[in-house]
């Protein structure tokens, strides 16, 4: 009986000592989803890009564990031009969006694996006009202030030197919902952006 309470003893104790961060895996990976440009019709620049990226949170423990927001802390933009994220669900090939700044919840030893798009600001200096001068030409022919214009993988092989620039350094955070704390959220894990 000694022996039985010994250790249940110390599996509580190391299910209550590891830490929220332990609890968590993120992956992240690319997707098929196209990358979206946004034209100023006004100015005839591109003024943003949206790059899509698929996330798996995996729960690497027996307790259920929820979180409210993906947030993403993007380098090259002051936190408070920041737009954040748009979230989605993949059902039946096709993307539902759904809300960031809701509760999500993931079982014990499961995963929730979602979509986002990012929301860069691209400046407006000629060298960077220059080289998606030819997505700029077609959106003016198509007279559309949108583009799809391919994959992540794609746009790696034809603007890899944009690409680094626009998403050096940037970031992913989640902060886990923690009743013991006096916000009810733990502290913020962040995990560096891999494209």
Do not use: W
């Not at 620049?45 to 899509?52: A, M």
């Not at 700044?101 to 995963?111: D, G, L, Q, S, T």
């Amino acid at each position: 009986m000694n022996r039985t309470i010994i250790i249940l003893s110390i599996l509580f104790l190391l299910l209550c000592c590891s830490s929220n961060h332990e609890s968590l895996e993120v992956i992240q990976e690319t997707t098929d989803y196209p990358i979206t440009l946004r034209l100023s019709p006004k100015y005839k620049k591109i003024i943003g890009i949206k790059f899509p990226q698929r996330i798996k949170i995996k729960n690497r423990t027996i307790k259920r564990i929820a979180f409210v927001k993906i947030d993403y802390e993007y380098n090259s933009i002051p936190k408070k031009r920041s737009y954040g994220i748009s979230l989605f669900k993949e059902e039946s090939g096709y993307l539902k969006k759904i809300s960031n700044n809701k509760k999500k919840e993931i079982a014990p030893y499961n995963e929730r694996e979602y979509v986002f798009y990012t929301r860069h600001f691209i400046d407006t200096i000629s060298s960077i006009q220059n080289v998606l001068k030819p997505y700029i030409t077609k959106m003016i022919e198509l007279n559309q202030d949108t583009l799809s214009i391919g994959t992540i993988s794609e746009f790696k092989r034809s603007h890899n030197d944009l690409l680094k620039i626009l998403t050096k350094n940037d970031s992913i955070s989640i902060r886990l919902i923690d009743k013991n704390t006096k916000s009810g959220l733990s502290k913020s894990f962040s995990y560096p952006i891999k494209l």
